[in-house]
């Protein structure tokens, strides 16, 4: 594993302590990669959910109704 050497701002520090103390990590290593981990899987689902609306954009507009396209969804959503 890589060994890091990072600054922290009191605030932050406190609070990875705060948080380590409460035994909800044991370490504060251990609570950064965690939140490592849950960034880059939030960057995933956001990278993900860009893509569908580029797609989305680029596919243009609709006559249909807002009733039509509520059916539309509910039928793709049923199968």
């Known amino acids: 594993m890589a060994r890091q050497s990072?600054?922290?701002?009191?605030?932050?520090d406190e609070w990875l302590?705060?948080?380590?103390?409460k035994k909800e990590y044991s370490s504060?290593?251990?609570l950064v990669n965690d939140l490592i981990r849950q960034a880059r899987k939030?960057?995933?689902q956001i990278d993900w959910l860009r893509a569908k609306m580029e797609r989305s954009e680029k596919s243009g507009f609709t006559d249909d109704s807002k009733q039509d396209?509520?059916?539309q969804s509910k039928s793709m959503l049923n199968g």
């Open 28 to 30: 504060k290593s251990e």
């Open 69 to 71: 396209i509520l059916e």
């Open 17 to 21: 302590k705060a948080q380590v103390d």
């Open 6 to 12: 990072i600054s922290l701002t009191e605030p932050n």
């Open 42 to 44: 939030q960057q995933t």
